[in-house]
């Protein structure tokens, strides 16, 4: 018997929102990477992410490992879209002003 060397694809998928998940999960590239270079080991992760397969923990940190730069561009990105995210949601509810709109609402209904 001989053993078939077949090489297999990134158990990787961008969703709807170009976000990339791990195998068929919701954990994302980005918490994978992120806990990997915290220093975890594949079986910490898979212990910590428990819908994720073992497996599929080695062969994420291996592409990343063959394709850092461009793994690293796309976290980038990530992290540009969501500070971008969120200085547009801090300028259309402005948490000052809900703070001080809610503080008002109490005051009236404690007066009444």
Same mark, same amino acid.
């Given at each position: ?24 999960? =919701?954990?994302?590239? *980005? ?20 819908? #994720? ?11 990343? #490992? ?12 990530? @992290?540009? @879209? ?7 949601? @801090?300028? =259309?509810? *402005?948490?000052?002003?809900?703070? *001080? =709109?809610?503080?008002? =609402?109490?005051?009236? @209904?404690?007066?009444?």
């Amino acid at each position: 018997m001989t053993l078939a060397i077949v090489a297999e694809p990134a158990p990787l998928q961008a969703n709807e929102d170009g976000v990339i998940l791990v195998g068929k999960t =919701r954990v994302t590239l *980005d918490t994978v990477v992120a806990v990997f270079g915290q220093g975890a080991t594949a079986e910490e992760i898979a212990y910590r992410y428990p819908s #994720l397969n073992l497996a599929d923990v080695y062969a994420t940190i291996a592409f990343y #490992l063959k394709h850092q730069s461009k793994v690293e561009a796309y976290l980038q990105q990530r @992290q540009q @879209q969501a500070q971008e995210i969120r200085e547009m949601n @801090q300028a =259309r509810f *402005d948490p000052q002003g809900l703070r *001080d =709109r809610l503080l008002a =609402r109490k005051a009236k @209904q404690q007066a009444c």
